[in-house]
């Protein structure tokens, strides 16, 4: 199971960071990931983690993908936000031997105001 904090509402140019605790199962096997999903738009990709980072390209420079295998956390250090950054973020994971994010938390709502 996957639950996400630390979404909240600020101003463009603020900066949050957004945490997902995993249960379960052995953390360290699993690929990371956050997703978004704006108002009347598709779900898109953030960000990834596992033996490398990746980001889609509009929040490179700004936003910062780590894990902490200890505690079984992932978080999502989002600087410099802006109003496109608007919308619910979703953490995911799936295991290394698998292909598609299965395991999905319930969501975070991050709204940036201009």
């Known amino acids: 199971q996957l639950q996400a904090s630390g979404g909240g509402l600020v101003q463009a140019g603020d900066s949050l960071r957004l945490s997902c605790a995993f249960s379960?199962?052995?953390?360290?096997?699993?690929?990371m990931a956050w997703f978004r999903q704006a108002p009347g738009k598709d779900r898109e990709f953030v960000a990834s983690i596992f033996w490398r980072t990746e980001y889609t390209d509009s929040v490179k420079g700004r936003f910062t993908l780590s894990r902490d295998n200890a505690k079984k956390t992932l978080y999502l250090q989002m600087n410099s936000l802006k109003p496109e950054d608007t919308g619910i973020y979703y953490c995911?994971?799936?295991?290394?031997?698998?292909?598609?994010?299965?395991?999905w938390g319930q969501g975070t709502q991050v709204t940036v105001s201009s």
């Open positions: 995911a994971a799936h295991h290394r031997a698998a292909d598609d994010y299965n395991i």
């Open positions: 379960g199962q052995t953390f360290g096997n699993y690929v």
